[in-house]
């Protein structure tokens, strides 16, 4: 299993600031993934960043709002621009285990945010 | 569009009960299921991958099964421990090509000591 870390690890920002949070793997994979958890639900994609080409957003989250960068294989971040008190949340990524039939993924340990 | 559902929201029991948490999807053609541990504020274990083609996975104390015709997956943990409180989230893998997860809502578990 790949062992992935975030950093930060926790933050509390004003709103109307941006944040860029960071995800960084221990090997080299194709497939790193966005999610948020927002209190009290679930975890909801937020894009698919692939290295060498453009983020695939899922339906309701924008690149203005939410750029991503994937600049190599084992490193990608996440930027949560002009933010409100709605975007506090725990963000994590994950990736892929790789070309396999299993399709399983592993997550880092999250970055918690707080908007005031 | 897949719907993930997990019953019950939240669980207390004693120490040394074997319990059930229950995870339900809506449609039933999925490439996967995966379960995973979430500790307060922190990021996601997986514990188990099912794949479609199977009835069960076990780890450990841990054994998931799977129904998929009837859009069913159960995780049994045997003999809990407090060290098992947590929050157990089921996801599908609805397809071959893409790695999107559908996550439940999580079965918050407190194991008294």
């Known amino acids: 299993s790949a062992v992935i870390s975030q950093k930060p690890s926790r933050d509390i920002c004003q709103r109307g600031t941006s944040l860029t949070i960071q995800c960084q793997v221990d090997?080299?994979?194709?497939?790193m993934f966005w999610y948020r958890q927002q209190p009290g639900q679930s975890l909801t994609l937020i894009a698919t960043a692939n290295q060498g080409s453009e983020a695939t957003y899922e339906s309701g989250f924008v690149i203005d709002k939410f750029p991503i960068s994937r600049p190599n294989l084992t490193f990608s971040t996440l930027t949560v621009s002009n933010m409100s008190p709605e975007d506090s949340s725990i963000y994590l990524c994950s990736v892929g285990a790789g070309f396999t039939a299993s399709y399983e993924q592993y997550f880092g340990p999250g970055t918690r945010l707080t908007v005031t | 569009k897949q719907e993930v559902t997990q019953i019950p929201a939240a669980l207390s029991v004693p120490e040394g009960e074997n319990l059930v948490l229950n995870c339900s999807f809506t449609d039933s053609a999925i490439y996967n299921l995966q379960w995973f541990r979430q500790d307060p504020g922190k990021g996601l274990t997986s514990l188990l991958l099912i794949q479609s083609s199977q009835r069960e996975q076990t780890s450990g104390r841990l054994n998931a099964s799977l129904d998929k015709s009837s859009g069913r997956s159960t995780l049994y943990i045997a003999a809990s421990q407090p060290g098992d409180s947590a929050t157990y989230l089921c996801a599908v893998h609805s397809g071959a090509g893409s790695y999107q997860l559908t996550f439940g809502k999580g079965t918050k578990l407190s194991v008294i000591p």
């Open positions: 090997s080299q994979v194709t497939m």
